[in-house]
């Protein structure tokens, strides 16, 4: 499968957070671009989630403990933990899930 993110449309899933998503039998990547101040409020899910930050800064609080996130931060959350995160600045991050987010078809 090839495809370029310019052509896969935009969608706001919470204020400020705005993905293009990509899916293959078994794992969904979501692009997405983040307003400054923006906040996912906290949640869990079963799949499994590994966040890249390509651009900005962003805190990710994974099962109570924050984690400051720079460009080339890694974080690998487990499935069913309760996550949380805010944009201390405009950003651009990469989440794989596994399995397939639904959800974001």
């Known amino acids: 499968m090839i495809q370029e993110l310019k052509k896969l449309a935009p969608r706001q899933t919470v204020p400020g957070f705005t993905g293009r998503f990509l899916h293959s039998d ?3 990547f979501a692009y997405w671009e983040i307003s400054k101040g923006a906040v996912s ?11 890249y930050l390509l651009e900005g800064e962003f805190e990710l609080v994974v099962n ?5 996130m720079t460009p080339g931060t890694i974080v690998v959350i487990p ?3 309760r996550h949380s995160g805010r944009a ?7 989440d794989v899930f596994n399995p397939v ?4 078809k």
Do not use: F, W
Request: aromatic share 4%; with cysteine.
């Open 26 to 28: 078994t794992m969904t």
């Open 41 to 51: 409020p906290e949640h869990a899910h079963v799949h499994e989630q590994a966040a």
């Open 64 to 68: 109570g403990v924050p984690h400051h």
């Open 79 to 81: 499935s069913n933990v």
């Open 88 to 94: 201390i600045a405009d950003c651009k991050l990469l």
């Open 101 to 104: 987010r639904e959800d974001y």
